[in-house]
């Protein structure tokens, strides 16, 4: 089996962009991989950080991704800051990957916007750590979003200049797995932009814990076009809002738009939102009981997170250790 590895930020109980982004895909996998799946609350402070919230969204994350069916006796789920042997690959890696490599990652400009000078160094070398991240595991494919596709091609810039400059065949190339139909799934508010926790509106995002009533009222209030829904897939174009809505449908229904259409082309929003209603609920109402199941016994996810990032540590420290000795590490 390959060995995959993905992290994903702790900022809370997932949404549904993220569980059909991230975390459904990520419980496919297991069948097919051995997995390392990652909270990765050391690139979260990359931005200050309440420490009282990050504790508790870790914990929020974690329930979520057992109760979406992560198993983590079969495989291996833990918190980043736990197993150290990501930080001191990290600094090698600092010391590899070139300041103009770091300059041209576009989610850096992005971010720190016209504020460059006030970010945080860790904001600009988040790409080494998340290079460590993978490779301290020898990891050979990671499932990530397409805004990370640049970051995954540093990865292996780095790799392969350490073993350039080593005289080494030590870190493996890494493939990018973008997955699935539903990568992108974007606000009710604004169909042009993705579904996010940030969003100032509550009513732009569902939450893998919304209620009945609260998935109900923000389909309900979801923005749309007065147009009934079209026939055929051409029919979406420049209809941003019914081609996310019918997105979304047909993710969790495993098919394609061309197949939502044909059973629900020509009817109004008014028949197609109650019909998506009842599929988010059924599918999002189990995840959610259980990770409210999960989330009143803090004790029981900290244990598995523990025992995780136990046997994470077991396979990442043979491999910073021979990275610093490759490098010219003494140990005495």
């Given at each position: 089996m390959q060995r995959i590895f993905s992290g994903i930020q702790p900022s809370g109980i997932p949404h549904l962009g993220n569980y059909l982004g991230a975390v459904r895909n990520w419980v496919a996998l297991q069948a097919s991989h051995e997995c390392l799946y990652c909270v990765v609350d050391l690139h979260a402070i990359t931005v200050w950080q309440d420490p009282a919230?990050?504790?508790?969204?870790?914990?929020?994350?974690?329930?979520?991704?057992?109760?979406?069916?992560i198993d983590p006796k079969a495989h291996i789920l833990f918190n980043q800051s736990a197993v150290h042997a990501h930080l001191r690959l990290a600094w090698i890696f600092n010391c590899v990957a070139r300041m103009g490599w770091l300059n041209r990652m576009t989610q850096f400009k992005e971010k720190a916007g016209?504020?460059?000078?006030?970010?945080?160094?860790?904001?600009?070398?988040?790409?080494?750590?998340?290079?460590?991240?993978i490779l301290v595991y020898h990891a050979t494919r990671v499932p990530v979003g397409d805004d990370q596709r640049q970051h995954l091609e540093l990865a292996n810039d780095i790799a392969q200049k350490f073993n350039h400059d080593y005289g080494v065949d030590f870190f493996p190339q890494i493939e990018a797995m973008i997955m699935g139909p539903a990568a992108r799934v974007m606000s009710l508010r604004d169909g042009t932009k993705k579904m996010s926790k940030s969003d100032a509106s509550d009513q732009?995002?569902?939450?893998?814990?919304?209620?009945?009533?609260?998935?109900?009222?923000?389909?309900?209030?979801?923005?749309?076009?007065?147009?009934?829904?079209?026939?055929?897939?051409?029919?979406?174009?420049?209809?941003?809002?019914a081609r996310n809505l019918v997105g979304i449908y047909a993710a969790l229904t495993?098919?394609?738009?061309?197949?939502?259409?044909?059973?629900?082309?020509?009817?109004?929003?008014?028949?197609f939102k109650p019909a998506l209603?009842?599929?988010?609920?059924?599918?999002?109402?189990?995840?959610?009981d259980e990770?409210?199941?999960?989330?009143?016994?803090?004790?029981?996810?900290?244990?598995?997170?523990?025992?995780?990032?136990?046997?994470?540590?077991?396979?990442?420290?043979?491999?910073?250790?021979?990275?610093?000795?490759?490098?010219?590490?003494?140990?005495?």
């Open positions: 919230a990050l504790a508790q969204q870790t914990r929020e994350l974690a329930a979520s991704l057992l109760a979406s069916g016209k504020d460059r000078e006030n970010v945080s160094t860790g904001l600009f070398t988040y790409p080494n750590l998340m290079a460590a991240d732009a995002s569902i939450k893998m814990t919304d209620s009945a009533d609260e998935i109900a009222l923000k389909i309900r209030r979801a923005k749309t076009d007065p147009e009934p829904l079209p026939e055929t897939i051409e029919g979406l174009e420049g209809r941003p809002e495993d098919t394609d738009h061309a197949a939502v259409l044909r059973e629900h082309g020509s009817k109004g929003f008014g028949a209603t009842d599929l988010v609920v059924s599918k999002l109402a189990p995840i959610a990770t409210n199941r999960l989330l009143a016994d803090p004790a029981t996810i900290e244990a598995i997170l523990r025992d995780g990032a136990r046997r994470a540590e077991a396979l990442a420290v043979p491999i910073v250790e021979e990275a610093e000795r490759l490098v010219g590490f003494l140990k005495v």
